[in-house]
């Protein structure tokens, strides 16, 4: 996957924030790796506030925990970067919030942290609008550590387009 640029990011974070306007729909992140990076995206686009509620950067398992509800059984038995884990957290993004949609991102964005059955560049995206299912991806990026946290952004805007109607 080509890593997409600052532009490439602004023109899709852009043609989002039209479609959730437009569809009177409202947008929470839960992030991890990318520390916030969707939620700067989004925010840059002028009248953001009119479709995005708010944006939770949890890198901590405390973090996720306390504020989006990640139980300490699903971080012991699966880690952070996990199906299971990325589901409570797009879940508990919704519960927390007064938004109709919701992402969430957990990954190993590097240089460190990987390891054989979750190299650097794991990253698990979740999608959930409010009422419905979650669903989740697994991605597997290359590059540095920007790279991958770049991958990770416009993969998360693709998903998030993708589960709005059409």
């Known amino acids: 996957m080509q890593t997409p640029t ?3 990011l602004r023109e899709q974070a852009h043609a989002l924030g039209e479609r959730l306007r437009t569809q009177r729909e409202s ?4 992030e991890s790796c990318t520390g916030g990076w969707i939620a700067k995206c989004l925010t840059d686009v002028v009248g953001s506030s009119d479709w995005f509620d708010c944006g939770m950067v949890v890198y901590s398992y405390e973090a996720k925990q306390a504020l989006l509800g990640v139980h300490p059984q699903t971080l012991e038995l699966h880690g952070a970067v996990s199906r299971e884990t990325a589901i409570e957290m797009v879940s508990g993004a919704l519960v927390n919030s007064g938004a109709s949609v919701a992402v969430a991102v957990t990954g190993i964005a590097g240089p460190g942290g990987g390891s054989a059955d979750k190299p650097v560049g794991t990253v698990w995206i ?3 609008r409010r009422g419905g299912y979650a669903h989740a991806e697994v991605f597997h ?3 540095d550590r920007e790279a991958v946290r770049r991958q990770t952004v416009d993969r998360a805007l693709q998903g998030i387009a993708g589960s709005l109607p059409a």
């Open 6 to 8: 600052d532009a490439q």
């Open 126 to 128: 979740a999608w959930k």
């Open 141 to 143: 990026f290359d590059g």
């Open 27 to 30: 947008l929470v992140t839960a």
